[in-house]
């Protein structure tokens, strides 16, 4: 009886193994068209055709939205979902969590079976440019660098303003800190860029500054702003002073002081010893 389980148990290992060697995922194409605003703020939507090998739920999408300043602070991108859709846009059920340095997406995509299938992404990002001195800048991973399946294909469109000027770029591929070239194109105020063949944990990433005058630069206190989004735990002494300021006018100050008005007589219904008391603040007979 003993051998008869083990013999069964071995056969159930050997036949998940199975399903499992059979049960692939790759993504075909990944395309992404980026709008950069004259407010300052980026329209992405995203094109993603996969083939599912076997049965799947769906994909997960991992979108870098953390990084660290040259002072050593983190600056976190607000990220805002618009609407994830099939290639026939309809609606698809996704869930977002964060995970890391990275806002993670849950898509559920139905008949993911033996299959290929389209989804659309479409997000804002409303702190997406870096400024300098002499230009303005979007650095942006395209594809992410957290994909578990190769990428066949990847191509991208970066749309600037009308009016831009001084336009330079360049791009990277590879995993995470990788100075890997890849070709990148201008013509007029488009930018494009594409490659091939990405493999584990490999992404593109594209650099394009203009000349500043067109888009938006934040104001003092929009960036006061986004250092408290990125950095709340710096926040908490002021949240404090705050509250100790807003106590202490409604419960710490003295009383306001009326008039003072002489009185020529002792009030009413006090002794003299009260009295006295009152005047030098000791008690005598």
Known sequence: MRRFRLLLAAALLTAASAGAADRTLAIDDFNETVRVAVDGSIDVVETITATFTGSWNGIYRTIPIEYRTPQGLNYTLRLQIEEITDAAGAPLRYESSRVRHYRKLKI?????????????????????LRF?????????NITGDEWDVPIRSVT????????????????FRGEYGSTS????????SDVRVATAGLGFHEGLTAVVGWNPGVVHRPTAGERTADFLYSNSPLALPLVVLVGMFGLWRARGRD???????????????????????????????
Not at 156 to 171: H, K, N, Y
Not at 255 to 270: F, Q
Request: proline residues 9%.
């Open 156 to 171: 991208a469109s970066i749309d600037l303003p009308d009016g831009v000027s001084g336009i330079r770029t360049t791009a």
């Open 132 to 140: 300098f001195d002499e230009h303005d800048e979007l650095y942006w």
């Open 181 to 188: 070239r890849n070709e990148i194109t201008t013509s007029g």
């Open 255 to 285: 009383p306001a002081v009326g008039p003072i008005s002489t009185r020529y007589e002792p009030p009413d219904k006090m002794t003299p010893a009260e009295l006295g008391t009152l005047v030098d603040g000791k008690p005598d007979m």
């Open 108 to 128: 559920w995509v139905p008949g993911a079976q033996d299959a290929t299938r389209t989804v659309r992404i479409h997000y804002r990002v409303a702190n997406a």
